[in-house]
């Protein structure tokens, strides 16, 4: 699955009031996050796009679209890896750690804010608990939701010590405490989100929002390693020669549907 392609669009309208997305470059997930990660913004991204890309959306698609506002580049700009269905957010210049973070450092940082047994009864209790482990709680049941729920992991999750000093949890409880509560079972669910790019990013990116809270907005690696990675392994020309191919194809078919001869 290395090579599996996404695709960043751009959805425009035309002066015929017909809406097209436009595909500016198919890549692996990895090449396509850190092109993207090297603008600050939808704004940014758009500007830093090759004049004659840049120039075709705005000549041909661009109706309605205000090409200074993120906001409404942000409703236009999209990732996804099949149909026109966006599946997944554009990573920018400030989440370039979700990018660079290793797999076992993000699996050493879930492991430091795992809870107590105490702190997860006392969220279920509803009795009086700090907004983190709250938001520590949601961010195991995600984790268990998304990924073991109903999913063949779930036979690796060991629920023993969990059962033990938790009682009379329903299933669902008692699988959450088991992740949120032991670094072995965090490191099993890592192992298997670390098999490709997506659920490790998509990981990172629920860490993240939790990690802002436990640690005053720290990022989960340090500066110095995040220059040290970024870019690293990016094949601009390549890029650059996947979107000049990509406009070029797109061209000949928007061409012929609205050639009126």
């Known amino acids: 699955m290395a090579n599996k392609k996404y695709t960043l669009y751009f959805k425009g309208t035309n002066k015929y009031g017909h809406e097209h997305e436009f595909p500016i470059a198919s890549l692996n997930l990895k090449q396509l996050d850190m092109y993207t990660s090297n603008s600050t913004n939808f704004v940014d991204l758009f500007n830093n796009l090759p004049s004659n890309v840049k120039s ?40 370039i750690d979700v990018l660079y973070v290793e ?9 430091k804010v795992k809870m107590s047994y105490f702190d997860f009864q ?13 938001k520590k709680y949601e961010f195991f049941a995600y984790l268990y939701e998304t990924y073991v729920k109903d999913k063949p992991i779930l036979k690796m999750i060991d629920t023993y010590d969990a059962k033990r ?33 997506e659920s490790r990013r998509n990981l990172a990116f629920a860490f993240k929002k939790l990690f802002k809270t436990v640690s005053d907005g720290k990022s989960l690696i340090n500066y110095a390693k995040m220059i040290e990675r ?25 061409e012929e549907e609205y050639d009126e001869n």
């Open 230 to 254: 970024k870019n690293k392994d990016l094949n601009m020309n390549a890029v650059i020669d996947e979107m000049e191919e990509n406009l070029n194809e797109f061209i000949k078919e928007y």
């Open 103 to 111: 797999p076992k450092e993000l699996f050493d940082l879930i492991c």
């Open 165 to 197: 000093a938790l009682y009379n949890l329903d299933d669902d409880n008692l699988y959450i405490a088991s992740i949120a509560t032991d670094d072995d079972n965090i490191k099993v669910l890592g192992k298997k989100l670390s098999q490709t790019i």
């Open 122 to 134: 006392n969220v279920l209790l509803n009795t009086p608990t700090s907004f983190v482990n709250e």
């Open 56 to 95: 075709f959306i705005k000549e041909e698609l661009g109706y309605g679209a205000d090409f200074e506002s993120n906001e409404s580049l942000g409703r236009r700009f999209f990732i996804t890896d099949n149909d026109y269905t966006p599946i997944m957010n554009v990573i920018f210049e400030d989440d």
